[in-house]
């Protein structure tokens, strides 16, 4: 986790990398900024809804005119469930780092494209009030499309389409929206959604962009 808000940490430290790059996205649309914020999951299954909330980090960088490199962390507890006769609660961490590529498509609009490394953790469950250190988990891929646009000077969105697939028949296809209101040329608040069959997770929180 320490490793993962360093890399982060990072990001937001070298803007002067990508001075000439961002020039190239399409205008109002910066591939450089930090966020951090709240974080919630809903999964709807067998054992009924299970619910988690918890927060992440993201951030991004561009490293050329066309490409940028992203990389996000979240942490989660899950509210106590029912499973096979025992009440459950469940820590999970996830990671997220891949690279991106961008395209003007219009004056205000890119085509975007990410594949990405994914993992998913459990860091520990408590069963009947009992906690047992697990620290077990997946490791998977991420490929999504889709298109990024200013809609005005201070409100952007997005919509992609993607897959995902962690081994062991773990696969599933996933829609992902999101938007971000801007103070100024540097503050906003973001918002994501993902959702896929039975699983969607919320993401909002404030971004500071370069």
């Known amino acids: 986790m320490k490793r993962s808000l360093l890399a982060l940490t990072l990001l937001a430290a070298l803007p002067a990398l990508s001075l000439s790059a961002a020039a190239s996205a399409a205008e109002g649309l910066s591939y450089n900024y930090i966020e951090g914020g709240y974080v919630a999951t809903n ?11 918890g927060w992440g980090v993201n951030g991004s960088i561009a490293l050329h005119p066309n490409f940028h490199l992203f ?10 469930f029912g499973f096979l006769g025992s009440r459950v609660e ?22 975007i494209a990410r594949v990405a490394y994914e993992k998913f953790e459990v860091d520990d469950i408590t069963v009947n009030g009992q906690r047992f250190d697990v620290n077990e988990g997946d490791d998977g891929y991420s490929a999504e499309v889709g298109v990024r646009g200013a809609l005005t ?4 969105g997005y ?34 959604v993902k959702f896929s069959d039975g699983d969607t997770q919320w993401f909002v929180g404030p971004r500071f962009s370069w």
């Open 90 to 111: 469940t820590d999970v961490n996830q990671w997220r780092a891949g690279l991106g590529y961008n395209h003007p498509i219009a004056t205000q609009a890119d085509l």
């Open 159 to 192: 919509a992609t389409a993607g897959y995902e697939d962690f081994g062991d028949n773990a696969d599933d296809f996933y829609g992902r929206v999101g938007a971000q209101v801007k103070f100024n040329q540097n503050w906003g608040v973001s918002g994501d």
């Open 43 to 53: 999964l709807d299954n067998d054992n009924g809804d299970i619910d988690a909330d």
């Open 71 to 80: 990389a996000g962390f979240s942490g989660q507890e899950s509210d106590d």
């Open 153 to 156: 000077q201070n409100f952007e």
